[in-house]
């Protein structure tokens, strides 16, 4: 049976991926700050603690791992990371996690290691046109991400792959567009902007008004968690060693989401722009190179998983857990 380790099992990407692994029959260690908020986790044991602290690295590394999935990381959505009152924070605690799980991997051997990193990474002059923003994955040199979170997956994305070349560590960097689904952050400050969408829809009285942050006209794509599940394990099993992109090609503005939520809601509700971070103008998800190295590429049209996301938040909304607002997930400085 395989063995495998999930670092941000408690996570939302991370608590799917436990299921998902279990469902394939592997034994699954989980290792996060916290539970899964929602769903008991489904891994075979689970520790609860700091990946930044180098002893609980060894304790959760104790035996060799087949595949290690880090996905743990100090992350949320425009309000979290693009704000700059997290920078230091986030930088910190996610480059320490990224440099404990390598050096454990190192130490006790993982035969595969998997990193997410993030279209955070692309240059910000490359993103300027809401129409034709540019991921290609070779475009990401010379660097210019839009914010530290940005950087930090940029910096760590480039020690995987030094440990991969001097330790003959096989690494597989996926860089993540915007994965949403049921499950996952909604109304902690750290949701992103399709659970962010569903909830002020499912709050909002049919003819009232939802708040959109800017213009709204600023584009990005959004990937549902199964397909992102799926292009993780192609990618991990896969032969190809560099960075892709796993992220929908289906672009929208954050309008035309709003819009999409409010039709599966069956609500008319106008639109109120008001000020809020914003980051890049225009972003999609280039998927030529990972057609071609996987021979797979996302293709599940948007509607189709904001319907379920929407009916998981819609629930969460009318069983009163919207005024009650859950606290964050706090991480020690
Ligand atoms: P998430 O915040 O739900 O999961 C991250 C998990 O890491 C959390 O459960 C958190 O408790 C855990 N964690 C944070 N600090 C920790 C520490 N010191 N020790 C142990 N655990 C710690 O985020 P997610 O959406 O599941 O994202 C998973 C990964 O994918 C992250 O690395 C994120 O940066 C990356 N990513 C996600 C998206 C997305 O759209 N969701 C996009 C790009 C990249």
């Known amino acids: 049976m395989k063995s495998v380790l999930v670092c941000g099992a408690g996570g939302f990407i991370g608590s799917h991926l436990v299921k998902r692994l279990k469902r394939e029959g592997c034994w699954v ?27 609980l690295c060894a304790e959760a590394f104790d035996r060799e791992f087949s595949e290690v999935w880090q996905l743990a ?17 986030v930088m910190h605690n996610s480059a320490q996690i990224n440099l404990n799980i390598l ?49 930090e997956k940029l910096f760590s ?17 996926a860089r993540y567009h915007n994965i949403f689904g049921p499950e996952g952050a909604w109304n902690d400050g750290r949701e992103k902007v399709p659970a962010a969408v569903c909830r002020k829809v499912a709050e909002a009285a049919d003819g009232g008004s939802i708040e959109i942050w800017g213009d709204g ?9 199964d397909e992102c599940l799926e292009g993780s394990l192609r990618l991990m099993r896969s032969a190809w060693p560099g ?29 109120e722009h008001v000020p809020g971070p914003l980051g890049v ?11 071609r ?20 938040i819609e629930q969460q909304v009318m069983s009163g857990q919207a005024t009650a607002h859950r606290p964050r997930a706090t991480i020690p400085p």
């Open 243 to 271: 960075p892709v992109n796993i992220g929908s090609d289906q672009m929208v503005s954050i309008n035309e989401l709003a819009r999409l939520a409010m039709r599966i809601a069956g609500k008319n509700l106008s639109l």
């Open 217 to 225: 006209l600023q584009t990005r794509s959004f990937l549902y968690i």
């Open 281 to 291: 103008r225009g972003r999609n998800s280039d998927n030529r190179l990972i057609a």
């Open 157 to 173: 994305e480039r020690m995987y792959l030094a440990y991969g070349r001097n330790y003959g560590m096989p690494v597989r960097i």
């Open 103 to 151: 050096e454990a991997c190192r130490q006790h051997g993982a035969g595969r290691v998997f990193y997410s990193s993030s279209a955070c990474v692309y240059p910000e002059h490359n993103q300027t046109d809401p129409d034709k923003p540019t991921t290609e994955e070779g475009t990401v040199y010379p660097a210019a991400p839009d914010s530290e979170y940005g950087w």
């Open 293 to 312: 190295k996987l021979g797979w590429a996302p293709s599940q049209p948007l509607e189709a998983g904001l319907k379920k996301t929407y009916a998981w």
């Open 73 to 89: 990381a100090d992350m949320g959505g425009a309000g979290y990371i693009f704000t700059g009152d997290n920078d230091a924070q």
């Open 29 to 55: 260690r989980g290792v996060d700050l916290k539970h899964p908020p929602f769903c008991p986790t489904a891994a075979d044991d689970f520790i609860q603690g700091d990946l930044r602290d180098p002893a």
